[in-house]
Nanobody
Framework: QVQLVESGGGLVQAGGSLRLSCAAS????????MAWFRQAPGMEREFVAA????????VYTDSVKGRFTISGDNAKNTVYLQMNSLKPEDTGVYYC???????????????????WGQGTQVTVSS
């Protein structure tokens, strides 16, 4: 059974930092791209960042560039999202997702990602 389990969310003041983790299990993820999406209240879920295990490429949405860093530990099947200089507009539920057909490619569309975690809440107060 494939599982993605997020952790590390919480309440933080604007300008603060959080580090999210996503632990994957149940299959081999060595060819995957692992991504973070987020959904703010009343909004659609949106792409935040992704990393491809093959090649190590990373991609970010413009609003988080220079503030967020995605990284991973392939041996542990764990992906991290370091979030610095947080803003109230970063508030939302953050989801981890895996694209098993990546082979180094990173796509933004949610339909590309077959596996999803339950999400972790991030709240940034002003």
């Amino acid at each position: 059974q494939v599982q993605l389990v997020e952790s590390g969310g919480g309440l933080v003041q604007a300008g603060g930092s959080l580090r999210l983790s996503c632990a994957a299990s149940g299959r081999t993820f060595s060819t995957d791209a692992m991504a973070w999406f987020r959904q703010a209240p009343g909004m659609e879920r949106e792409f935040v960042a992704a990393i491809a295990w093959i090649g190590g490429n990373t991609v970010y949405t413009d609003s988080v560039k220079g503030r967020f860093t995605i990284s991973g530990d392939n041996a542990k099947n764990t992906v991290y999202l370091q979030m610095n200089s947080l803003k109230p507009e970063d508030t939302g539920v953050y989801y981890c997702a895996a694209d098993p057909h990546s082979y180094g490619r990173i796509l933004f569309e949610q339909s590309t990602y077959n596996y999803w975690g339950q999400g972790t809440q991030v709240t940034v107060s002003s």
